[in-house]
């Protein structure tokens, strides 16, 4: 038997439920803020995330699947979809045609990385971003269409934490402050943060390892070097989330793991998950455009992972997608009208109703089982007796109510199904 690689995840038909109705919330919700979809390739040119994402990240220097192809051209399938929409901005030059441009997406990623609890190889993920704003509403939006949507979903135990990366001047001023004082705990460093002096420093601070950790616990934090007007954006997407009855904590080790990053930083947590606590994250990438070629303008965004966020739903219970129904069960008791039932439910299904009828030649009591397993809400008899009339059976499932209904007449049929 061929199974699937390791890392990714079948979706089988009992499971689409519960994505179907997340997606649903997530389109709805991305509806009411006025974002607009958008779907990009799911592989790019490798210098599109080499560029977007950094060299020196965990993601671009360990985790894309990166291949050449006949052309010898180096292509990487998507590991995250800003880089990517911000290429498809600039490309089709959409700053042009508004002044904000405000985009959701929803697909699948690709990251080589070890497979754990919601995590995966092949992954999906939701996500926005909003192109051509400095103002920091637009980043406290952001964050309540994140939290907002997973707050749909019923899932109570969550957190927001937010950060200020502050404008690269600041930032580059407090690299050299926390530099300073790393240099002086090296023999307490792990290998990995030895090499993030040099291409990453920030990230020291999202080491798992215990030295690590004791070390970066007395070090000093970016939001005491702020210079006034990162402050200033900052205090105001704090005030946009009081108002908005965001809950939030502000966590001055929040880094995130991409070189994009100005400003505001967040994520949203859950303690649903295990050590994989965070849904989703983003903040204001104000660089970017101007990196992948574009003109200088600001961007903010965020991304969620669809099978992290519905494991937490899973172990909190927080939600039951609405079981799919079909309309009618077409139950064939006189086998020589099978060809008629089949056009039946043909002319059934273009009206608009969902209908299934037997195709396994199985008796009458195996077509009901079958009617009552798909949860029908009718079932309709063609056969016996009353065929000899003229005439077929409507059953009702939920009352047991049957009626007699001229063989002609679907009108009439269809019509009794949508005052139901």
Same mark, same amino acid.
């Given at each position: 038997?061929?199974?699937? &690689? ?11 439920l ?5 997606e649903?919330?997530?389109k ?25 994402? *950094?060299?020196a ?8 699947y990166t ?6 051209d180096s ?8 880089a990517?929409?911000?290429r498809?901005f ?6 042009k045609? %508004? *002044? ?8 699948p990623?690709?990251?080589q990385?070890?497979?754990q ?7 999906h993920q ?12 637009v980043?406290?939006?952001?964050i309540i269409?994140?939290?907002d949507?997973i707050?749909?979903?019923g899932l109570?135990?969550l ?7 502050g ?17 002086e705990?090296?023999d307490n460093?792990s ?7 040099e291409?990453n420093?920030?990230?020291?601070f ?19 070097? !702020?210079?006034?007007e990162?402050?200033?954006h ?11 009855n965001?809950?939030?904590q502000v966590?001055?080790?929040? &880094?995130r793991g991409?070189d994009?990053?100005?400003h /505001? /930083?967040f ?5 649903s998950?295990?050590?994989?606590s965070a849904l989703?994250?983003g903040?204001?990438?104000n ?5 992948l070629? *574009?003109?200088? !303008?600001p961007g903010v ?9 519905l494991?937490?739903?899973e ?5 039951e997608?609405?079981?799919e129904r079909i309309?009618?069960?077409i139950?064939t008791?006189?086998?020589t009208l %099978?060809?008629l ?7 059934l299904?273009?009206?608009? !109703?969902i ?6 030649s199985?008796?009458v009591?195996a077509q009901?089982?079958?009617?009552n397993?798909?949860n029908?809400?009718f079932?309709?008899f ?6 000899a009339?003229?005439?077929v059976?409507?059953k009702?499932?939920?009352?047991s109510?049957?009626?007699?209904i ?5 009108v009439?049929?269809?019509?009794? !199904?949508?005052?139901?």
């Open positions: 038997m061929i199974k699937a &690689v390791t890392g990714t995840n079948d979706i089988l038909p009992a499971e689409i519960r994505w179907n109705y997340l649903e919330i997530v709805k919700t991305f509806a009411q803020f006025n974002y607009k979809e958008i779907r990009t390739p799911i592989f790019e040119l490798t210098q599109v995330f080499a560029r977007g994402i *950094g060299e990240t965990d993601i671009v220097s360990k985790e894309m291949f050449i192809d006949r052309s010898g292509l990487t399938l998507r590991p995250e979809l800003t990517s929409v911000v498809a600039v490309e089709h030059s959409l700053d045609k %508004q *002044g904000l441009n405000k985009l959701f997406y929803f697909g990623m690709f990251r990385e070890r497979p609890a919601g995590r995966f190889r092949q992954f939701f996500g926005a971003e909003a192109l051509g704003s400095h103002d920091a509403l980043d406290a939006e952001m269409i994140a939290y949507i707050a749909k979903l109570k135990n957190e927001v934490k937010i950060n200020s990366l404008v690269p001047n600041s930032r580059k001023n407090y690299k050299n402050v926390l530099r300073s004082y790393l240099n705990h090296l460093l290998e990995e943060s030895l090499k993030r002096l291409t420093i920030l990230r020291v999202d080491s798992k390892d215990e030295r690590d950790k004791s070390v970066m616990k007395s070090a000093p934090l970016l939001l005491d070097y !702020l210079d006034s990162s402050i200033e900052f205090e105001k997407v704090k005030s946009a989330l009081q108002r908005a965001v809950p939030y966590d001055a080790a929040l &880094v991409l994009y990053y100005t /505001t /930083t994520e949203v947590v859950s303690g998950v295990g050590s994989q989703c994250g903040g204001r990438y660089g970017l455009v101007k990196e070629g *574009g003109p200088d !303008l965004g965020f991304a969620a992972g669809v099978e992290r966020i494991l937490a739903c172990n909190e219970k927080s939600f997608a609405e079981e309309d009618v069960f139950i008791i006189d086998k %099978q060809s039932s089949f056009q039946t439910a043909l002319s299904r273009r009206s608009g !109703l209908i299934e009828t037997d195709y396994l199985r008796s009591k009901m089982r079958e009617a397993k798909l029908a809400k079932v309709l063609i056969g016996g007796d009353e065929f009339n003229d005439e059976v409507l009702n499932m939920a009352t109510e049957q009626k007699n001229n063989k002609e007449n679907l009439e049929i269809i019509n009794k !199904l949508r005052e139901n």
